[in-house]
């Protein structure tokens, strides 16, 4: 919580935080709906800058090619941003990183891209059998 109000007040910019039990979020006042999936990937789609501690999150801001950080959640999404040399983006206890550090997509995208030609080189083969 101190990290993103410092970040917000950095920015200039408001802090909405969604819960995954919490239907019902405030920005500047005003109350927001986030109670299906869609609302959840809008907010991702349509933010400047996403800090998550989910996988989802962490996903949805790589799908959307976001400025993004994610607090240390577990494992997978350890994998996930290791997997795209993205392990910068992580926040930890040791390491906080910067926000506005240009993530080269066109990279991401091409490990994202190679991972699904392996994937459905797997598939095509395993069904082969």
Known sequence: ???????????KMPVLMVHRIQTDVLLNGKKLSVSTPGDFINLIANAKYV????????????????QFQTFASGSRVND?????????????????????EKINWEDVHAIIENEKKKSMDFLKKSLEE
């Open 80 to 100: 996930f941003l290791n997997g795209l040399s993205l392990k910068e983006r992580l926040i930890t206890k040791e390491h906080i990183g910067n926000i506005d």
């Open 51 to 66: 800090v998550s501690n989910s996988f989802h999150g962490t996903v949805f801001s790589v799908i959307f090619n976001k």
């Open 1 to 11: 919580i101190d990290y993103l109000m410092r970040l917000s007040e950095k920015k």
